[in-house]
T-cell receptor, first 112, second 116 residues
Framework: AQSVTQLDSHVSVSEGTPVLLRCNYS??????LFWYVQHPNKGLQLLLK??????LVKGINGFEAEFKKSETSFHLTKPSAHMSDAAEYFC??????????FGSGTKLNVKP | NAGVMQNPRHLVRRRGQEARLRCSPM?????VYWYRQLPEEGLKFMVY????????ESGMPKERFSAEFPKEGPSILRIQQVVRGDSAAYFC??????????????FGQGTRLTVV
């Protein structure tokens, strides 16, 4: 069975401080992992993806994520938050690209 | 290459009416996925289709909901006899055929259904 767990439903940081959004997955196979961002009343945009190449993946807008097989984690980080980063973030796992399983989402609030 | 196109963007239906949501995948994509996002919740998988075939409908409610992806034309998510609880954002995604490496699901802007 495959599933993905986002450990925090809400994260609040101050502008200019680091961001950490946590994601753990369970999969019987080697997964593909993705982070998507959804701004209010908008569609979903791909931030980054891991597909068995380098374990440290760099995405758009300064975000990156590290695949850690031993911890079954794929946490999303950014060194310095910007006000425009306020959005909802979804961790997604897929095996063989047949179905994409979404986490429940983490809402990121960025305080001035 | 246009992205995934969903229409309408907003749909209002009265209880008991039918709702039809359309999704045109990206050019060359033969896989379509439908997801539902209830207010204040994450995206929940509903159904996965390839051309003319339903591959996985494990997330579809047992009654009133159906989906199709005909050989020609867009994918349709159909909700019969809508109820207030069907009010949600419905997202469609498409992807290339299985076997192509380094791909992801591309999402449409969603259709926001309001049942009054």
């Amino acid at each position: 069975a495959q599933s993905v767990t986002q450990l925090d439903s809400h994260v609040s940081v101050s502008e200019g401080t680091p961001v950490l959004l946590r994601c753990n997955y369970s999969s019987s196979y080697s997964p593909s992992l993705f982070w998507y961002v959804q701004h209010p009343n908008k569609g979903l945009q791909l931030l980054l993806k891991y597909t068995s190449a380098a374990t440290l993946v760099k995405g758009i807008n300064g975000f990156e994520a590290e695949f850690k097989k031993s911890e079954t984690s794929f946490h999303l980080t950014k060194p310095s938050a910007h006000m425009s980063d306020a959005a909802e973030y979804f961790c997604v796992v897929s095996y063989n690209f047949n179905k994409f399983y979404f986490g429940s989402g983490t809402k990121l609030n960025v305080k001035p | 290459n246009a992205g995934v196109m969903q229409n309408p963007r907003h749909l209002v239906r009265r209880r008991g009416q039918e709702a039809r949501l359309r999704c045109s995948p990206m050019k060359g994509h033969s896989h379509v996925y439908w997801y539902r996002q209830l207010p204040e919740e994450g995206l929940k998988f509903m159904v996965y289709l390839q051309k003319e075939n339903i591959i996985d409908e494990s997330g579809m409610p047992k009654e009133r909901f159906s989906a199709e992806f005909p050989k020609e034309g867009p994918s349709i998510l159909r909700i019969q006899q809508v109820v207030r609880g069907d009010s949600a954002a419905y997202f469609c995604a498409s992807s290339p055929p299985v076997g192509l490496a380094n791909t992801e699901a591309f999402f449409g802007q969603g259709t926001r259904l309001t049942v009054v």
